[in-house]
């Protein structure tokens, strides 16, 4: 059991009557709008940025893809909050992101800001994977998609609000301004998160070999093969949905010409995209059943992603295809996430941790790959890339993986 779950100072983690805990989810909402507009600060704005630093967007793209390359390193501080605590580490998580972004601020080359994306990146995957392992001890099973579905509105509200006003603070000012905010509000916040009340680790059913040894980091008990399964899956639906994320900016740029604060208006529109696909799991998930709604969405999603070539006659045009795309993936994505956070409820932050890292593995594979293959193939290259990942996606999630464990 983790230091904080034996506390005496610390509120308790039980949640009697299984009331929604309204408060935590609001305090992880609004961190999470912070985090994820620095996350996805890139992606409308990749050309702008590479212009101030004197690179390509090729380079950039792949720097973006070493900041998730560092989510791999995210099971190890899973495996530190499930035995110390989740304060200690999601507060440590958002000091690193705050510094790193500071020093992406201050960068004048690019060796300079891949060390600042290196470390916002280690701090970004310690601290969310260990929220949603934090808040599903204090959430019940049957109000799981609801509570975390809720919590993924942030990452629409970060396109929604935080993106939009980007857009127009780099018009006014520079493109280093929104990181300096951005890194001193994830200071404060690191701060903050110490006075969160303590979570209680879920029991042991029975007693882990050493933590020290390979099998056990990455032993996930007799659910094994379904907690695999999720994450695999996991994997592809990141590939999909990065692929467009990363791309997307540079191809409405490239193709109509947009300026930065143009594309903060494109980027309140998909904020409301990706607001629709969180906002359906957080309603009807639960209802649905976990395992279905990752189905039902990564379905929609392979339709989405085969149909963006046809969206792309006009601006207006192109925008809904994105739309499309990004809803069902935002659906998808999250689904799976809660899908995974029962799969192995006795490990649970190691297991969200691993997951998240699947994920990212894919989105660093997307990095990579999906600015080349735009320059190459044009979006029909991206559409064809998401469709087969989304089709592998659903194949796995139908033939190997339980609802719960």
């Not at 520079?174 to 890194?183: A, D, E, K, T």
């Not at 009340?197 to 070999?209: H, L």
């Not at 639906?237 to 494109?266: D, P, R």
């Not at 601006?315 to 996430?337: H, K, Q, T």
Request: charged residues 10%.
């Amino acid at each position: 059991m983790s230091k904080e779950s034996r506390s005496t100072t610390a509120q308790p983690a039980k949640n009697p009557g299984n009331q929604f805990p309204s408060r935590l989810i609001f305090i992880a909402v609004v961190t999470r709008v912070f985090i994820d507009t620095s996350v996805q600060i890139f992606f409308p704005y990749l050309g702008f940025i590479a212009q101030g630093v004197n690179t390509s967007e090729r380079l950039l793209s792949r720097l973006i893809g070493l900041r998730s390359f560092t989510g791999l390193l995210s099971p190890i501080f899973g495996n530190i909050a499930d035995r110390r605590g989740y304060r200690l580490v999601m507060s440590g998580g958002l000091l690193a992101s705050g510094v790193g972004y500071l020093i992406v601020a201050g960068s004048s080359s690019w060796p300079i800001m891949a060390v600042g994306l290196f470390l916002a990146g280690i701090g970004t995957f310690a601290f969310g994977p260990n929220l949603s392992a934090y808040l599903s001890g204090q959430l019940p099973f049957h109000l799981r998609s609801r509570g975390l579905g809720m919590v993924e509105y942030a990452w629409a509200l970060a396109g929604i609000l935080g993106l939009s006003l980007i857009g127009w603070l780099i018009e006014l000012t520079n493109w280093r301004v929104p990181f300096v905010i951005l890194g001193l509000i994830l200071l404060i916040a690191s701060g903050l998160y110490q006075l969160l009340p303590a979570a209680e680790s879920r029991p042991q059913k029975r007693k882990e070999p050493d933590s020290s040894s390979t099998t056990s980091f990455f032993d996930l008990g007799h659910n094994a093969r379904s907690t695999w399964s999720v994450m695999a899956a996991g994997f592809c639906i990141g590939i999909a949905g990065f692929s467009l994320l990363i791309s997307h900016g540079v191809w409405l740029q490239n193709t109509f010409g947009l300026s930065a604060a143009n594309l903060g208006v494109v980027a309140f529109f998909l904020g409301m995209s990706d607001l629709l696909g969180s906002g359906l799991v957080s309603l009807i998930g639960d209802r649905l059943g976990k395992r279905r709604s990752v189905l039902i969405g990564s379905t929609f999603g392979l339709i989405g992603y085969l149909m963006l070539p046809l969206f792309e006659t006009t601006l207006i045009m192109a925008v809904i295809g994105i739309f499309i795309a990004r809803s069902s993936f935002e659906f998808s994505i999250v689904g799976n996430m809660i899908l995974l956070s029962e799969q192995a409820p006795d490990r649970r932050g190691k297991a969200l941790t691993l997951g998240a890292s699947f994920s990212l593995l894919g989105s660093v594979l997307a990095s990579f790959l999906a600015v080349e293959l735009l320059n190459i193939f044009g979006i029909l290259g991206i559409s064809l890339f998401g469709t087969s990942t989304f089709a592998v996606a659903i194949f796995l999630t139908r033939t190997f993986v339980r609802e719960s464990a």
